[in-house]
């Protein structure tokens, strides 16, 4: 077993066996309290790790704010032993009843609870097999099926005739005229028309309608709520817990890795840089901003573990924005011990220390870089979350940057999403999100199923939630300020970093994956040392590697 360390400091997740203990405990008394029969015995039935663990997660867990990755996945904390839980009914001297001889009501609630935890098993281990298959590096066997899965997804989603097209197109058009009439009204303090305006609005979409009805439903409601002045208060209501379950959330975030290539591409490409980057070192330090869920690293950890002669020694600092909670670190906790399971699993050293707080606000001392560590900086699509307000000198934004180019990382991997509504007007802001939300909104529309509650969870996440901020929240409340890859690039600079060339090699693979196995909209190259990714000739990603002027 290797040695799992958690540094034990003021903002820095803790994971003790004394933790795993008390979890298991909790995950007994749920149960308990769901059917009194329910008790842990040494001749229990055991419930396997990853089950108990997600488990634990439906029970007790909401979603909260992840504002870094290009969707919000659930929180899935993994505990690291089994739990034993006994279904059996028992008399009063411990002994079992046999079918035969119990009363009609102790043989139901027996057949009751065995179907309860069969239910709950069976659900905890089909979602412990989705959060591998979106996390860990799949075999090479396996691309044939799912690229035979994308295929089978065009045919089902794709295919109008030529008639029903150019209606949709009238729809689109007519639609899209109403809702920047209903901004405009809004923009110039005429309330009363843009409350008409939106009940046209809303007679022509719905959020289970084509793309351009959802749509029109989700900046219907951002309108609305600008109107009312609630953007803020659902906004944070919309952060801290999910429509949807958390196994519908699970499922979501793998139709999301299966029909869309965005995220997935983003890890495979960074995950092989920064793999190839650390060669030969025996300790290495990730220091990552916007860890989110961690969804990134099981399969670079997956990857150490096969290094001839041993894992080198592994810590990963994890960095999130505060959360809508009374507790802002408890979802990069989570992850940590997520992150702690998967090195069990594949025999890694472990460390992890996490904070969540304002970025601008992080310290060098904080990160607590040690002499001897082979350290890379990763930052995934969550910068554009930080404020861009300018001072006398800097920003927030540069101000991460300085401390990212003060900790002098071997490589500093970037992602942005390449947004242009960051205006400080309103009427230019909203017409730059509607024509970024319509590329989304017609992704969806293609590659996903038009019943799928996938959908509506993927759209919740990613169109429902940013456009309610973008398009209700002004002032520090609006945390949705994307602008242009290649506007970042003169910050960069000047903060002292210079561009890594793209490794060719894996660039390829990856417009190889894009090519077989995802829509032919998606579209992946490279375009002045960048790696973009979008839909339909519009690009909505950047990513790019970077090192110190100095190395």
Known sequence: MPDMLMEDEEDVGMFREED???????????????????????QARQVNTSAAAVLETLVESSPTQNPGNILAPPTVLVASSNVEVDYSLKDSKGKKHCHEEASTAEYLEETQSKKQVTRYSEEASNLSEILDKVTLCPPEEDIASHTEESRLQESVAGGSSGKKVQDQRKHVVGLKRLLHQCALAASSGDDLAAKEILNSIRLQSSPHGDASQRLGHYMANAIEARLYGTGSTLYANSCRMMESSLADTLKAYEAYFTAVPFQRMSNIFANKAIYRQLTGANKVHIVD????????????????????GGSPNLRITGIDFPEQSPLPSNTVQKTGSNLMNYCRKFNVPFQYNCMARKWDSIQFEDLKVKEGERLVVNCMYSLRQVSDEIGEDSGP??????????????????????GNYNSAFFTTRFREALSHFSTLSDMFETTLAHE????????????????MNVIACEGAARVERPERYK?????????????????????????????????????VREENNWMVQGWNGRVLYGLSLWKPVNQ
């Open 289 to 308: 901003f916007g860890i989110s869920y961690g969804f990134q690293w099981p399969c670079i950890i997956q990857g150490f573990s096969a290094v001839p």
């Open 397 to 418: 934004r540069d101000t991460v940057l300085n401390l990212i180019k003060k900790i002098n990382p071997e490589m500093l991997v970037l992602g942005f999403l390449n």
């Open 20 to 42: 795993i203990k008390a979890k298991e405990q909790s995950f007994k008394e749920v149960l308990v309290r769901e059917d009194p029969d329910f008790t842990g015995t040494s």
């Open 452 to 467: 799928e509650k996938s959908r509506l969870v993927l759209e919740q996440a990613m169109l429902a939630k940013a456009a």
């Open 487 to 523: 506007r970042w690039i003169p910050r960069i600079m000047k903060a002292g970093f210079v561009q890594i060339p793209l490794p060719k090699e894996i660039l390829e693979e990856i417009e190889a994956k894009v090519r077989l196995q995802y829509h032919q909209k998606f579209f």
